[in-house]
């Protein structure tokens, strides 16, 4: 019996199959990629606010921890009635049990930062200076151009959820975040 990740993966290969991009649906990949650049960013904000409220509380004395590590997941929100429509006219219904997208490059530890670390002059400047990640099934016509994030990669790639093909389907705005902090503590 396959797993809902083989299962989801055969719907991706079917669908990429037959795939032709109109430049509608180009104008939307770029859209979205556009879009998710916005919400990653605003998700990393987030991420080094909630370092700076650790570290303080660190320093300050109120929490005596050995180290850290702080990370979000992402996810698509969706009514859970309706749920998100895709290219092959299927609904992906409870996506939140099985679509956490994990960006292991956006996690974050107790290591302090030397002057202005931000999303651009990190994380991007850090994990993708000049590359494009516009390969797989990123790799259409009319995207040869547009610079393609790896967030972006990843969730319409890497995560076998969704493919490009769904993306007319999708907003960007409905990408949400939660960030996690673990702790850690060794008994000397």
């Excluded at 509608?24 to 650049?37: H, K, P, R, T």
């Excluded at 409220?53 to 698509?76: A, C, M, Q, T, W």
Aim: aromatic letters at 14%; a negative charge.
């Amino acid at each position: 019996m396959k797993n809902s990740e083989e299962k989801r993966q055969e719907r991706i290969d079917r669908v990429m199959e037959n795939f032709k991009p109109t430049p509608d649906v180009i104008g939307s990949i770029i859209a979205m990629n556009d879009g998710l650049y916005e919400r990653f960013r605003l998700a990393f904000e987030d991420l080094l606010r909630m370092k700076r409220l650790v570290d303080e509380d660190i320093d300050n004395g109120r929490l005596k921890v050995s180290g850290y590590e702080l990370y979000p997941e992402f996810f698509f929100a969706y009514d859970k009635m309706d749920g998100i429509p895709t290219a092959d006219h299927n609904v992906l219904m409870n996506l939140s049990d099985e679509t956490q997208y994990m960006m292991p490059s956006m996690t974050l530890d107790e290591q302090r930062f030397d002057g202005e670390y931000s999303f651009d002059v990190g994380f991007l400047h850090e994990y993708e200076p000049d590359l494009s990640w516009n390969i797989e099934n990123l790799d259409l016509p009319g995207l040869e151009n547009h610079h393609i994030y790896m967030f972006m990669h990843h969730i319409f790639q890497d995560a076998k959820t969704f493919c490009p093909a769904d993306i007319p389907f999708l907003r960007p705005e409905d990408l949400e975040w939660q960030i996690t902090v673990q702790y850690e503590f060794f008994n000397k």
